[in-house]
């Protein structure tokens, strides 16, 4: 039996890829993630309505390697491999269809579509895990068929619409 005793394990040019405290918890600091909404805080947010439309989350609460754009409003793979997201939107209750979509490169990868009903705002929200090759563009969207100023819900601190993702692996 073989015992490697470490607390850090580091690139070659001096970056901190792990580290292992005390208790044995395996620490990456270096590994993507990030959580975005928008901090307007301007409560129900005007978006086009009858066609797919990026949300405008433009703050984030963290962004580990800064992959989050936050005036593209998109996530760019740093690295090939598995990652998850999950996406979050408060929409109003004007307009049949509500829909909440992430976007490969252009194209719809996965959504959610919320109760077609009028009478009540909904939460609309899903996780999804894709393989990501590096340089791939992931976005959050939203479909409301309103015609009506109101589509969804932003607050200042990001509790009702956010999108949030990390490398798993």
């Known amino acids: 039996m073989s015992t490697l005793k470490v607390q850090e394990i580091q690139h070659t040019g001096g970056t901190t890829a792990q580290t292992i405290d005390s208790s044995g918890r395996i620490l990456t600091p270096a590994r993507p993630a990030f959580r975005a909404y928008d901090a307007s805080g301007a409560g129900y947010t005007e978006l086009t309505h009858n066609q797919v439309t990026t949300l405008p989350f433009d703050t984030t609460e963290f962004n580990i390697g800064n992959h989050y754009n936050t005036s593209t409003y998109t996530f760019t793979a740093p690295v090939s491999g598995v990652y998850y997201f999950y996406l979050q939107a408060y929409q109003a209750k004007e307009g049949s269809t509500r829909v909440i979509y992430i976007s490969k490169n252009n194209n719809e990868v996965a959504l959610s579509k919320g109760a077609d009903s009028t009478d009540e705002d909904i939460t609309n929200s899903f996780s999804v895990m894709l393989q990501l090759s590096s340089g791939d563009e ?3 969207l939203i479909y409301h068929s309103a015609d009506t100023v109101k589509s969804f819900y932003s607050h200042t601190d990001g509790d009702y ?9």
């Open 161 to 169: 619409s956010y999108f949030m993702g990390y490398l798993i692996g």
């Open 138 to 140: 992931i976005r959050p």
